[in-house]
């Protein structure tokens, strides 16, 4: 069964300051890999994703994250944050098939300092 | 990016109270889905839709509840006898053939007293 870890819930960071946001799967291959943000009473915007090939993938808004099957993992990176990146941010993976299900880490909530 | 809306976008109802949650997709997509996210919790799949006909399914998706494409474009999502568990959002996604990314919607807020 694939699952998915975002071992932290909350961060905080200084408006300007680099952010790194963690995420752990486990999955039998490989899979797709998404990150989602949901700003508050929002639904979920996808931010970026990852199938194959190049390992670093860009997103929306500046947003990059980078794939590395040797760590399973699927961080989500920003050089410089802006307050209105302030929302929850969701790792999910889904399996290589049609029709695939998502299965969704718990979710970081990004809070941002001015 | 493909678009999709869902009604309403709050609803309260009472328990035990059958409700329906519509998903319309902005044109024409093969896979829906379901998915629901308690307050402070993660979100949860509940079923995918494929054909005309359930994919997927999760332990969660139990016999209160059923899906169904009524007219060829709203996708329904219907809770027979609403628990007060069962208030959560609500997300359906869509996906084409062609590509592997789900989009989803806005979110059907549901609150069950």
């Known amino acids: 069964a694939q699952s998915v870890t975002q071992p932290d819930i909350h961060i905080t960071v200084s408006e300007g300051a680099s952010l790194e946001l963690r995420c752990n799967y486990s999955?039998?291959?490989?899979?797709?890999l998404f990150w989602y943000v949901q700003s508050p009473g929002q639904g979920l915007q996808l931010l970026l994703k990852?199938?194959?090939?190049?390992?670093l993938v860009q997103g929306i808004k500046g947003f990059e994250a980078e794939f590395k099957r040797s760590q399973s993992s699927f961080n989500l990176r920003k050089p410089s944050v802006h307050w209105s990146d302030a929302a929850e941010y969701f790792c999910?993976?889904?399996?290589?098939?049609?029709?695939?299900?998502?299965?969704f880490g718990g979710g970081t909530r990004l809070m941002v300092k001015p | 990016e493909p678009e999709v809306t869902q009604t309403p976008s709050h609803q309260v109802t009472q328990m035990g109270q059958e409700v329906i949650l519509r998903c319309v997709p902005i044109?024409?997509?093969?896979?829906f889905y379901w998915y629901r996210q308690i307050l402070g919790q993660k979100v949860e799949f509940l079923v995918s839709?494929?054909?005309?006909?359930?994919?997927?399914k999760s332990e969660i998706f139990d016999d209160q509840f059923s899906v169904e494409r009524p007219d060829g474009s709203n996708f329904t999502l219907k809770i027979r006898s609403t628990k007060l568990e069962d208030s959560a959002m609500y997300f359906c996604?869509?996906?084409?053939?062609?590509?592997?990314?789900?989009?989803f919607g806005p979110g059907t807020r549901l609150l069950v007293l």
């Open positions: 999910a993976v889904g399996a290589q098939y049609a029709g695939n299900m998502l299965t």
């Open positions: 999955y039998g291959a490989t899979p797709y």
């Open positions: 990852y199938f194959s090939g190049d390992t």
């Open positions: 044109s024409n997509h093969l896979y």
């Open positions: 839709f494929y054909n005309n006909e359930i994919s997927e």
């Open positions: 996604a869509i996906k084409d053939d062609s590509a592997e990314t789900q989009y």
